[in-house]
C-alpha cells in the first residue's frame, strides 16, 4: 500500500477502519487532520518567505500564516523589525504623536499586521513566516508533508474517527502513533535546521 497521493490516503483510512459506510466523512477526517497538524508541527519546510509594501499603519497577513519569524525592510542594513506588543506600540504612537518613519516595530492586531512608525513612504519589506501545510484535495493530490511523513497524514486522519467508532481501543493506538510520528518530525526538523557547522554569535555595528 502506497500512501503518495490524496486518493490513496483515502483508500488507506477506509482499509484502517475495515468500514464501508464512511466514505462521505473521511475527506472530513483528513480535513481536522490537517487542522490539528499546523498546530503541532514545527517544521522548517513550512518556513515561507513573502513580500509586501508597507505604506499605512496596516497590512494583511498572508492567507497561510500560523507565526511570523522575522520581518526585514528590503534593500536596508538596519535591523529585522522587532516584535512589540500591542500596549508597547499604543504607548509609543503616543509618545511620538504618531510621527511617521521607517517601521521599527511590529505587532499583530486584529488579524493584520501593525507597524511602528507608520511609514513615512513605501517600504519593501520580506516577512518570513511559518505558513499552513498545504492542504490536500481532489485537485491538490500532494504535499511535501504526505510525501515525507505519510504516517502523520494517516494517523492523524484516523484519530478524528473516535466519534464514529465510539469506544473502539484502536482510536488509543492510532493516537499515540501519530504523537510518535509528529514528535520525530520536529526532532529531524530542529536537527536539520541546525546541522553543519557550529552557530556563531554575530556582532553588529550600525
Partial sequence: MTLATYTELKSAIQDFLNRDDMATVVPTFIALAEARINRDLRHFNMETRSTATLSGRYIALPDDWIETIRIHVSGEGGPDLELASQND?????????????????????????????????????????????????????????????PDIYLYGSLVHTAPYLADDGRTQVWAALYQSAMEAANMESRKGKHSGTGLRMMVRSY
Fill in 89 to 149: 506600540m499604543a504607548q509609543m504612537r503616543g509618545r511620538s504623536n504618531d510621527t511617521g518613519g521607517r517601521p521599527r516595530f511590529y505587532a499583530v492586531t486584529a488579524g493584520q499586521l501593525e507597524v511602528y512608525p507608520t511609514p513615512d513612504a513605501a517600504y519593501d519589506v520580506e516577512i518570513v513566516y511559518v505558513g499552513k501545510v498545504p492542504a490536500l484535495s481532489d485537485s491538490n493530490a500532494t504535499n511535501w508533508l504526505l510525501s515525507a511523513y
